[in-house]
Every structure is written in C-alpha cells, then in structure tokens.
C-alpha cells in the first residue's frame, strides 16, 4: 500500500496557470510552462519568479494539481497600502 501512494504522488504534476486580471490564460511562447512534482516546489519557483512574471504581463496565477485548481487566482501585484 505504501508504495502505492509513493507511486500516485511522484504522479502528481504541479503547475502554474498565468493568467491576465480578468482570467484569461496568457499562453505566450516566451513564458515559462513549468511542471513540478510537489506543491512546495512551484510555490518556491513562484516566490523567485514572480516579478518577472509580472513584468511579463502576468496580473495573477492559478496552482493547478494534475489540472484541478488548488487554489488561486492570487494576484501578483503588490497589496495597495
């Protein structure tokens, strides 16, 4: 049984929907399509790239799990103070 779950979670993809402020998919050829096998890793990889994004034309990202929403849109611009 345990390898069972070892094998599903080396399954599992992780990955970045990048999306413009009203929800479209932005699917530029010069933007990144990352896939990683933990949650932890993507959002690491976001938390470094996440300007560069954003200086890209990306307003906000959506983490997909195996293509389920996990959670978002999370903008990527700075909180109003």
Do not use: N
């Not at 070892?6 to 998919?25: C, F, H, I, N, Y």
Request: aromatic letters at 8%.
């Amino acid at each position: 049984m345990a390898a069972l779950i070892l094998a599903r979670e080396q399954d599992m993809s992780w990955t970045w929907q990048l999306e413009k402020t009203d929800g479209t998919v932005i699917t530029a050829r010069d933007l990144a399509k990352e896939t990683w096998i933990s949650q932890g890793d993507a959002e690491s990889w976001l938390g470094e790239h996440w300007p560069g994004l954003l200086k890209s034309g990306v307003d906000q990202v959506t983490l997909l799990e195996d293509g389920r929403v996990e959670y978002g849109p999370m903008s990527l611009h700075p909180a109003p103070e």
